[in-house]
Each structure stands twice: as C-alpha cells, then as structure tokens.
C-alpha cells in the first residue's frame, strides 16, 4: 500500500487526477472505476482541467461507477448519474455510452446487479477503482456489518451514513434508505485501487484501513489485500494515524 500525504484538499485532488491519468495515458481505452460523494469534486475539476490541456484523453475509455441510491432516476439532482454527468462527464470527451451507473430504478436489484459485474468482466475489469471512504469505514455503500457481499447488490444504508448524506439533500427524510453498490468483490478485482480522503472526520477510519485489522466492520479494511492501491490523503485525514506503513 502506497500512502501520500497532501498539504492540501487541492493538492489531494491533484495528485489523485495525475493518477487516474496516468493510467489513461498509458492505457487509452481503460475502463477507469469512478466514484462520487464530496470527496473527488476537486479531482473531476482538476481531470477536467487536465483535459483541457490536452494532458489526458477520456475517447476511448469507459467508466463504470461504484454505486447509486434506489429509487433515484438519472435527472434527479441528487443521484450519482446526475452527480457524474454535472461534475465531469458533461466537460470532457468521453462517450456517455460508454459511462455505466448502476442502475437504481432497476426492479430486481440483484439480478441487474449481476448483469453488471458480468458487463465488466466482458470489458476486461476495471483498470483502476476510485473509492472514498464513509466515516464509518464503508467504500462504495458497503456499509460495515457481519459479512460483506462480493457482486453488486442491494443494500441498506445505516443511520450514519443517511445522516452524514443529509447535507445534500433538502432534508434527512429525502435521503433514500437504500442503494446499489458494486461489492468487495468488485471492488478488489480492479487491477488499482484509489482510496481518497480528506478531512479530520475520516481520520479515525483512515488509520483503521492504514493501521486496523481486517474486518468486516470496517469494509475499506479488505483493500490492505490488494497488491495495487494508492492512499491518497489530506493532513486533516492522516493526523490519527498510528504507523505508516
Ligand atoms: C458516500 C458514497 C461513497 C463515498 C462516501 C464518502 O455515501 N457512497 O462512495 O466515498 O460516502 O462520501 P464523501 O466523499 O461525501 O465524504
């Protein structure tokens, strides 16, 4: 595990831009693995700058996104199809057909869930995954529980995780109450891993994945078994950390 320390939310951002593009620059059709939330706002803008420059191309790449809210269609504001269409898609060169998101109208969330692990298996996996991580150690709606499921599924998002999400929506009792997410198993297949944080309210599940056991309790604690991942955080987010490893 690869952990970089930024001065600054700017600076994370940038850094964490730099590394999906460098995956894109040597590999231009990669199928690059996007999350959302408040976190990566300032990579989108720094990608989209770098796009501009003309230091990265998104042609020939596909995305596939870590999760939606059920019950969201595309066009509302506060889904993640929307959030990825507003704060990057719209500005850059990518093929909106070839950007996926789980989708969270789905009737059987399971099933569609399946069909599309199976869509990225056929694209060739994910070449690098973008993850945040919840406050509560959960990445993707993962949320920390007795057992953790592999494929994309349906889940319940706890307390914390409605509350924390709040701050997007009008008020608590619009948040939805569940959502679909790529699994661990998803998630670890890709070939890199991207962890982003920033702030003092992630710094107790940053060293947990840093420095913690593996557990089902914290599921961004898994990404310690994968040979590829980048740790990229702010001050505020390291400042509990015990070691670096
Ligand atoms: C959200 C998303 C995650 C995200 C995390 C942190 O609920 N499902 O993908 O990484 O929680 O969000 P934020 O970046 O807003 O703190």
Redesign the pocket.
């Known amino acids: 595990m690869k952990v970089i320390i930024a001065k600054s939310y700017e600076e994370m951002s940038r850094l964490a831009a730099e590394e999906i593009a460098k995956v894109v620059n040597e590999k231009p059709n990669a199928v690059i693995g996007l999350?959302?939330?408040?976190?990566?706002v300032g990579m989108y803008k720094e990608l989209i700058d770098m796009y501009k420059e003309k230091k990265v191309d998104f042609s020939q790449v596909t995305s596939v996104n870590?999760?939606e809210y059920v019950g969201l269609s595309g066009d509302h504001n506060q889904s993640y199809r929307y959030f990825m269409n507003s704060n990057f898609f719209d500005h850059v060169n990518i093929r909106k057909d070839h950007t996926f998101v789980p989708n969270g109208l789905a009737k059987d969330i399971n099933a569609e869930g399946a069909e599309y692990d199976k869509k990225i298996e056929a694209l060739g996996g994910i070449d690098v995954q973008l993850?945040?991580?919840?406050s509560n150690g959960?990445?993707?709606?993962n949320e920390p529980g007795e057992e953790l499921d592999l494929g994309t599924h349906l889940t319940n998002l706890t307390e914390s995780?409605i509350e924390?999400?709040a701050r997007f929506f009008a008020s608590k009792d619009e948040v939805p109450t569940q959502?679909v997410?790529m699994g661990l198993g998803g998630i670890m297949k890709a070939k890199k891993i991207l962890l982003i944080a920033n702030g003092a309210e992630?710094a107790e599940a940053i060293n947990k994945v840093i420095n913690g056991k593996i557990t089902t309790q914290i599921p961004a604690s898994m990404v310690q078994m994968h040979r590829d991942v980048v740790v990229v955080i702010d001050e505020a987010a390291a400042s509990k950390l015990e070691n670096l490893k």
């Open positions: 999350a959302t939330g408040g976190t990566p870590l999760d993850v945040g991580i919840g959960h990445i993707g709606f995780t924390a999400n959502a997410t992630k």
